[in-house]
């Protein structure tokens, strides 16, 4: 059974910058699509961000292009998600959730098997 524990949210101003962990156990499957989702009040849960870690392809939504990246410690199995330029419309609950895969990864949350229990993101301007 795949465990999957983030860190690393907190409040920040706009502008600032956060740098969110995902640390991994269990894992049962060679290669797996990690994902970083974010849900806010009232809206549906959105997928921020992939890195598929067989070979460390990364994706990304648009709206956080060229500000977030995403990153593994493949020793630590952990995933980052580094956070710069934040804006007030990055705050949010942020998931951290996976799924074995033999190389292609999906948007939606229904792929995904594993969920953390979420880091809450809250950006104030």
């Known amino acids: 059974q795949v465990q999957l524990v983030e860190s690393g949210g907190g409040s920040v101003q706009a502008g600032g910058s956060l740098r969110l962990s995902c640390a991994a156990s269990?894992?049962?499957?060679?290669?797996?699509?990690m994902v970083w989702f974010r849900q806010a009040p009232g809206k549906e849960r959105e997928g921020v961000a992939i890195?598929?870690?067989?070979?460390?392809?990364?994706y990304y939504d648009d709206s956080v292009k060229g500000r977030f990246t995403i990153s593994q410690d493949s020793a630590k199995n952990t995933v980052y998600l580094q956070m710069n330029s934040l804006k007030p419309e990055d705050t949010a609950m942020y998931y951290c959730?996976?799924?074995?895969?033999?190389?292609?990864?999906?948007?939606?949350?229904?792929?995904?098997?594993?969920w953390g229990q979420g880091t809450q993101v809250t950006v104030s301007s």
């Open positions: 959730a996976a799924s074995p895969s033999g190389g292609s990864c999906y948007w939606g949350a229904r792929y995904y098997n594993y």
């Open positions: 269990g894992y049962t499957s060679r290669s797996y699509c």
């Open positions: 890195i598929y870690t067989g070979n460390g392809r990364t």
